[in-house]
């Protein structure tokens, strides 16, 4: 027969005040530190260099290959029809993006054949209507001329 002994300890008692004390501490060593925060709209904190949201378009490169509809994980990227006359793309397909819903996983930056999608630093976009989706036209525009 095996006995099983099982042996139960008393949990350390510790004096109140050292950890009272090594939480002063740890206040003192960061209340003279320099804050990390930034304020944002007069200070811009550093992007780093590989940093991509803003999808832009060249509408002159599309050639209407739906390839980024296709690659886009969660269905972000539609195409639309639009009158415009370009002998590249003879259906008038182009890209309609919605950022709403848009990982930024830059698989249709990568896909696309003649480079006509690509992203950049640009990631202020807020808009005060309520659709994110962005038209062919609107993306070919830089922000601060795309109506709001």
């Known amino acids: ?17 050292i ?12 209340l003279f530190r ?17 940093f ?7 509408l002159d490169d599309c050639v209407g290959c739906t390839l980024c509809e296709q690659v886009c994980p969660n269905g972000s990227i539609t195409m639309q029809h639009v009158d415009r006359e370009n002998p590249r793309n003879k259906r008038m397909i182009y890209p309609d993006v919605n950022f709403g819903t848009c990982t930024v996983c830059r698989n249709c930056e990568e ?4 480079d006509a999608i690509y992203l950049t630093h640009v ?4 808009r005060t209507r309520n659709s994110f989706t962005y038209s062919p036209e609107e993306l070919a ?8």
Request: net charge positive; hydrophobic share 35%; glycine share 2%.
């Open 1 to 17: 027969m095996v006995r099983l002994v099982i042996e139960v300890k008393e949990p350390r008692r510790s004096i109140p005040i």
């Open 19 to 30: 950890g009272s004390l090594s939480g002063m501490m740890l206040v003192m060593r960061h």
């Open 34 to 50: 320099k804050p990390v925060t930034v304020q944002y709209p007069e200070e811009k904190s550093k992007l780093p260099d590989r």
């Open 52 to 58: 991509r949201f803003r999808i832009f378009l060249k």
């Open 111 to 114: 896909i696309c054949p003649t």
């Open 123 to 126: 990631f202020e976009t807020s």
């Open 141 to 148: 525009m830089q922000e601060d001329e795309v109506k709001k």
